[in-house]
């Protein structure tokens, strides 16, 4: 069942992601402004509305919005009011019948037409919107009267009318202007609704291109109302023809590149880190990044293309970088990137952006990564991430105008949420079991209670421990390996020997003749020689070490002879046969780093007892161990190449040609006679 589980895993991921991927097809055409049309010559195959741009969009907006259409409201009980009232004055003063009928017949043309308070100057050549029994309708403002103007005019037509009467007089007398009054009231609230409206319904569209109608031709060069022709057609494709419940085609299309992804991905990680496929919880691990990435990428890209500028996948390579080997973990993360190839917008310029902010991430938070000093790689992302979209933008249009201040604040979240982001790698490490480099740095701190307690008590095996992490910390360079954790593993090995220091020869004092081991039996201590690994594991799992580490504690000595006491006994006429007593119940190094520890420890040991430090005899010493070892079988399970075993050797052997140099010999001065007294 075990063996199933990655390619259960695989499978969950790729229904997951299925699930994410939009429900409709894409639109089979690339293109940019400013670059030439790559495919054949485009007509149109159906009808559809060619959209207007934003910029177009947000001018009409502005100009709806300076121009205010007033609302009046028609008051019918005004002009019924007025008319009865001048009806009733003049029957109680008998006033001249053909006078008043003419003064009636003006009121009612003057309020049928409409009076208003005032009018602006500028609202004579516009509309009004008169609302009358429910009813709006336009009216155009210079066929109203204001209420002077409505007034001289009832004047003008009663003069002209009778030329020979005093108009002005019987005016005066019959008291005319108070009979002529607005009859239409500004509405104040049904002008701002109407307003709002105007401003907010704007037709997207400008017209229609019909089928058969040339869109662009072979080779032309895409300029901004091709482009805006292109925009429209690829619209209404989405629209009307990408919808995945039209055709099966779509959905087998999506499930083959996920596939492919997924395939790619598999092979990254079997190529670039073999045993993370037999680890499942790095394996998991891999597999979620890949997930988060592209549940990310699916739901931003459907709010709008744009806003994957603030997704910030940069983190998701540090987190791998924390816990894997570099090389697989920019692998994996090129592969995460890919899904965004397939964003139609943006596509090409976030998967190289995010891939070339990856990597100056990686130099940026290994230079940077305490305390406020953090915060410097949030602008250094920010720069790197503001300077390619400089370039993708001057590419695309050639001009300034192809900025957009809204993506460049995207940027600048972006490469502030990788740093905010940053500290989860603790809670990752947590759930997963695994050791950040962060962990390890903090580990080699000599400080640390464990070492200084090991310091304390078996200063011997310290300094020990020292001298094997510089050796294997060298050698496992050479190879390419994981520095840090091979040093972190050297440090910690030997920290079982602090339960019974004087047993190991390192922590006897110089000189002292009572010896630890002169009363044992081979056997015996052979037993206690061999115990300081098991007493290293408890001391490892007490302290929390991870296991990662513990397991160097395990395979330092493999299941090697401890070979002084074996020697001993045999020469003592003990069977050669009968090994057990002698042998470390340890496990075989299963990684190049576990490997190289073990070799380094055994040299640094045995580099000791040499009386010769000459370039031949340290070459015969590393020969012959790392011999010994393979004959042992030690290396049967470890993932190191004959050719790395080479690069080793030769490392190791410069290292200790290093250290055992030969040194100076300084001359003695030669004491000089005093001198002679001068003669007085």
């Known amino acids: 069942m075990s063996k199933l589980r990655p390619y259960l895993a695989f499978a969950v991921v790729a229904a997951l992601m299925m699930v994410l991927f939009p429900s409709k097809g894409q639109f089979m055409y690339k293109y940019q402004k400013g670059s030439p049309w790559i495919y054949e010559t485009l007509i149109s195959p159906i009808d559809f509305p060619v959209l207007k741009t934003d910029a177009e969009m947000y001018r009409e907006k502005e100009a709806r919005a300076s121009e205010v259409v007033e609302c009046y409201l028609s008051d019918e009980r005004i002009p019924a009011a007025k008319i009865d009232a001048f009806k009733t004055y003049c029957a109680e003063h008998e006033v001249d019948q053909a006078f008043s009928g003419a003064v009636l017949s003006q009121l009612r043309d003057l309020y049928r037409s409409g009076i208003v308070a005032t009018l602006g100057e500028g609202q004579r050549s516009q509309v009004v919107l008169v609302k009358q029994d429910k009813r709006v309708a336009e009216v155009p403002a210079q066929n109203l009267y204001t209420q002077q103007n409505a007034r001289f005019m009832l004047l003008s037509a009663l003069t002209a009318q009778f030329p020979e009467a005093y108009v002005d007089s019987l005016s005066a007398a019959l008291d005319l202007e108070s009979y002529v009054v607005p009859n239409l009231v500004y509405d104040e609230n049904t002008t701002a609704l109407f307003h709002k409206e105007a401003v ?25 109302d091709i482009e805006q022709l292109l925009d429209s057609y690829k619209a209404e494709y989405e629209r009307s023809f990408g919808l995945s419940d039209t055709t099966a085609a779509v959905f087998f299309g999506h499930l083959m590149l996920v596939v492919a992804l997924l395939v790619v991905f598999g092979f990254v990680i079997r190529i670039f880190e073999r045993k993370v496929w037999n680890s499942f919880p790095q394996l998991l691990f891999l597999l979620l990044m890949l997930l988060f990435a592209s549940i990310a990428t699916a739901l931003v890209a459907r709010i709008g293309a ?96 192809a900025f957009r201040k809204q993506h460049l604040l995207l940027l600048a979240g972006n490469a502030l949420l990788v740093v905010v982001l940053h500290p989860f790698v603790y809670l990752l490490e947590k759930i997963f079991g695994f050791v950040s480099y962060t962990r390890l740095w903090e580990m080699t701190d000599t400080n640390n209670k464990l070492l200084v307690e090991l310091a304390h008590k078996a200063p011997g095996s310290f300094q020990h421990s020292l001298q094997v992490a510089n050796l294997a910390e060298a050698a496992v360079r050479a ?37 630890y081991h002169k009363d044992l039996s081979p056997e015996v201590s052979a037993h206690d020689i061999i115990r300081h690994v098991e007493d290293g594991v408890l001391l490892a799992r007490k302290n929390g070490l991870p296991s990662i580490v513990t397991d160097f504690i395990r395979s330092h000595h493999g299941r090697g002879l401890a070979r002084y006491f074996y020697t001993q006994y045999c020469n003592a006429g003990g069977d050669p046969e009968n090994k057990a007593p002698f042998t470390y119940d340890g496990m075989l190094p299963q990684t190049k780093e576990q490997a190289i520890l073990m070799i380094a420890d055994s040299i640094e040991a045995a580099s000791r007892t040499l009386k010769n430090y000459s370039a031949e005899t340290i070459s015969a010493l ?9 004959e042992e079988h030690q290396f049967d399970e470890a993932d190191i190449s004959l050719r790395e075993l080479g690069l080793v050797k030769e490392s190791l052997k410069n290292y200790l040609l290093q250290i055992y140099h030969a040194r100076i010999s300084y001359p003695k001065q030669k004491k000089q006679a005093p001198a002679a007294p001068k003669e007085g």
């Open 200 to 224: 907010d319904y704007i037709s997207p569209t400008k017209g229609t291109i019909y089928a058969g109608q040339l869109i662009v031709s072979k080779g032309e060069l895409v300029t901004a």
């Open 479 to 515: 190879v390419g390996g994981y520095a840090m954790l091979t040093r972190v593993g050297a440090l910690y090995h030997d920290i079982g020997k602090m339960d019974n220091p004087l047993c190991f020869i390192e922590n006897q004092t110089a000189g002292v003749s009572d010896d």
């Open 306 to 401: 744009g806003w994957l500028f603030l997704v910030p996948y940069v983190v998701l390579l540090i987190y791998m970088d924390s816990f894997f080997n570099r090389t697989v973990a920019v692998a994996a993360y090129s592969v995460i990137l890919l899904p965004l190839l397939l964003v139609p917008e943006y596509g090409v310029q976030l998967f190289l952006t995010n891939l070339v902010t990856g990597g100056l991430a990686l130099f940026s938070f290994s230079q940077f990564n305490r305390g406020w000093k953090l915060f410097l790689n949030a602008v250094f992302l920010f720069l790197a991430m503001g300077f390619l979209y400089a370039a993708f933008a001057l590419l695309a249009d050639g001009g300034a105008e």
């Open 622 to 630: 590393v020969e012959r161990i790392v011999a010994g070892k393979m």
